[in-house]
């Protein structure tokens, strides 16, 4: 492959996973009920945690799609079903810790450290399942 190609690559496969990325923050943040921008924007430690947990626990398995893929058509199939699995994560929680959104608006860091944690998990092993 050229240099040329090589970068084209490169731009297309950056370029999708961002918009990717967007996509999942847009779905996850939809299905909560909480405010998660206005709250970080009014400085919530505990809100910023869990959703930087969430994106990384996205952010773990389409990068082994990335890497996995046999074309840019199976990525997304890929991360598609790795979002799935981070709302499923969400949805889960809130059945086990009903009042996971309330504790995380008063700022709980130890709610957020927990929910972090389940999305990073979950994102690793959902990325390992890709390989």
């Known amino acids: 492959m050229s240099d040329i190609q090589n970068l084209l690559a490169f731009l297309t496969y950056f370029g999708t996973t961002i918009l990717l990325l967007a996509a999942f923050l847009a779905a ?12 970080i924007r009014a400085g919530n430690t505990a809100v910023a945690l869990s959703l930087g947990g969430a994106m990384v626990g996205f952010a773990l398995p389409l990068a082994a799609a990335v890497i996995h893929s046999a074309s840019l058509a199976d990525m997304i ?13 969400f949805a889960a929680m809130r059945l086990l810790r ?3 959104s309330a504790a995380l ?13 389940v999305s990073l998990v979950l994102g690793l092993l959902s990325a390992a399942c890709l390989g």
């Not at 199939?77 to 709302?87: C, I, K, M």
């Not at 608006?105 to 944690?117: N, Q, Y």
């Open 98 to 100: 009903r009042d996971a």
């Open 28 to 39: 996850f943040t939809l299905v909560t009920p909480i405010h998660e921008w206005a709250l």
């Open 105 to 117: 608006a008063r700022g709980d860091m130890a709610e957020a450290v927990f929910l972090a944690s």
């Open 77 to 89: 199939v890929s991360a598609a079903v790795a979002l799935l699995v981070q709302l499923l994560c």
